[in-house]
């Protein structure tokens, strides 16, 4: 999908992407060998359009997150997500309470291979470095919790990658409210250990740990995996629904 993109162009909005997409410019290469001209452009504009996705074909090519983190709309990172897919992090946090006095308690990061976990007072600064790896980050409500929360956690982290807040996107598909329960209206289990646990008891789970009972710690780390673990299945949902509804009617 981001090599059929133009919506990362300076002043190509989405009706005229579709315009583009419409005479027939379905991707980078097919704009950059077009011969006709271009509806809606003038030869100035087109030319500096070209210059952007030459420049865009390389950034791709070198792997570069931060240029198009900062060119495509924060709505449409998803689209970036076939091409990062080996360099996503799929991230969740528990904190200690829910008020903005909390502080986080466990991260979890899921790679697509293996998860990994960060506590409190164990190994929680390690995040900082393995996160440097990642040109992606994928949550749920991260905009407005997650990442508010990792940004003070974390002030001298660039916090330069692509984001996806499936909150957000699968919103735009009609499915509304928490993750559990829209894992639940898709079908995605979890591990009996962990099915019914709630954010307050994680926060629960957490002072019982700090009052000795490492079982709940154990418990915790399981719910957070879960929860990171099930991104990623939420993630490519959402990537094929929202990429099928673009591009329905636009010749492949």
Same mark, same amino acid.
């Given at each position: ?173 009609? =499915?509304?409210? +928490? ?5 639940? $209206? /898709?079908?995605?289990?979890? %591990?009996?250990? &962990? #099915?019914? @646990? ?10 019982? =740990?700090?009052? +000795? ?5 154990? $418990? /915790?780390?399981?719910?957070? %995996?879960?929860? &990171? #673990?099930? @991104? ?21």
């Amino acid at each position: 999908m981001l090599t059929r993109s133009f919506i990362h162009i300076p002043g190509v909005g989405p009706r005229t992407e579709q315009r583009l997409w419409q005479q027939g410019l379905t991707d980078w290469q097919q704009a950059l060998a077009w011969e006709k001209p271009v509806s809606g452009f003038s030869q100035a504009r087109w030319s500096q359009a070209c210059d952007h996705l030459r420049n865009s074909m390389d950034c791709l090519h070198a792997g570069d997150h931060r240029f198009f983190a900062t060119a495509l709309p924060s709505v449409e990172h998803w689209r970036a997500w076939p091409d990062f897919r080996r360099r996503t992090a799929f991230v969740d946090i528990e904190t200690s309470g829910m008020g903005p006095w909390a502080q986080i308690t466990v991260i979890g990061v899921y790679d697509g291979n293996r998860t990994a976990t960060y506590v409190a007072g164990d190994n929680l600064e390690q995040f900082a470095y393995d996160l440097e790896r990642f040109g992606m980050l994928v949550t749920f409500n991260g905009t407005c919790f997650d990442l508010p929360y990792l940004r003070r956690a974390f002030p001298q982290t660039s916090w330069d990658q692509l984001h996806c807040d499936l909150r957000f996107a699968l919103r735009r598909l009609g =499915y509304r409210g +928490g993750l559990k329960a829209i894992e639940q $209206r /898709l079908g995605v289990a979890r %591990a009996d250990e &962990v #099915e019914g @646990l709630s954010g307050e008891d994680a926060v629960r789970l957490w002072y019982e =740990y700090q009052a +000795g009972n490492e079982d709940s710690l154990s $418990r /915790l780390v399981q719910y957070n %995996a879960a929860d &990171v #673990e099930n @991104l990623q299945l939420l993630m490519d949902f959402a990537y094929d629904r929202l990429f099928a509804r673009l591009m329905e009617g636009i010749p492949a």
